[in-house]
């Protein structure tokens, strides 16, 4: 056998060169060093995530039993809203909720702010005019509860004052409400009512804020011989709160009706919203 031909040194690294398209001499590849650093620790869990976490979750449940379950969303409320507005009350506000939004409402976006046992969420739904902005909540029990009936920057009790029935309220945002005198009905054939006597009440509300109002979530409630009083539903007699718009400057006037076990003792608060942005007010007789 031939023996095996090997190319010249000086041949070899022509070819080399020619196959790589450099010029001059080859250079070796420097080796690279390898030093250990200290990776940097994953950060922290910061504290506020779970509390952020379960208020946005409480902020949810309150909003979808807002228009299902009058209970649940009651149970959602903090200690002083629900002595300020009784479970009754807040049954008949839900009926309302229920009655003008039959497919509810659902959180479209939610920012929420942290400090102790207090903090604000605002929010956006899907039925724009129930949005809110910075609406109150405090932590009661290791839970998250709906506050907004404290004036923002205040935890003292709101002040209810008592005025007559055919009196005309204003507060100080502007807004203004007129609980005429009780009027005694006859019920329609499909009304529902509760036991005693049938009053009707003429609402009267007033814009003068310098900016529109929604008046969806005007709320009121009657206690009367001690007892509760049954609100009347009846779309032939007495209506409820109006859905439209109350521009600046103008008004409107609707009908509400209870059934009350004694006409001589009433007693009725009203809050022209829920979320308490006007203090509720007590009419009497």
Known sequence: MAPKKTLPLAAAMSVLLTLTGCAGLIQPTPTATVTE?????????????????????????????????????????????????????FQSMIDQAKVQYPSGAEIEAMTVAIDGDKASATYSLNVSALSQENQSWVKEGGEW???????????????????????????????????????????????ITGEGIHLKFDITLTNDTGEDFDPILFTASAASGGEEAERIFDGEKVG??????????????????????????????????????????????
């Open 37 to 89: 650093t200290a990776q940097p620790e994953p950060a922290k869990t910061v504290e506020t995530e779970p509390e952020e976490a379960a208020l946005k979750q409480a902020v949810t449940d309150y909003t979808a039993a807002f228009f299902t379950d009058a209970e649940a969303a009651w149970n959602l409320l903090s200690e002083e809203c629900k002595a300020k507005l009784p479970l009754p009350g």
């Open 145 to 191: 509860k709906y506050n907004g009936c404290v004036e923002s920057g205040s935890s003292e009790p709101q002040e209810k004052t008592r005025p007559a029935f055919g009196d005309t309220y204003t507060y100080p945002s502007g807004i203004s409400v007129k609980v005429g005198e009780p009027e005694e009905i006859t019920p329609s054939e499909y009304a």
């Open 240 to 285: 409820g709160a109006p859905s439209t718009t109350i521009l600046d400057g103008k008004k409107v006037t609707f009908s509400i009706g209870f059934s009350v076990l004694d006409p001589e003792d009433i007693t009725m608060d009203v809050s022209p919203s829920f979320s308490f942005d006007e203090r509720s007010v007590v009419f009497t007789n």
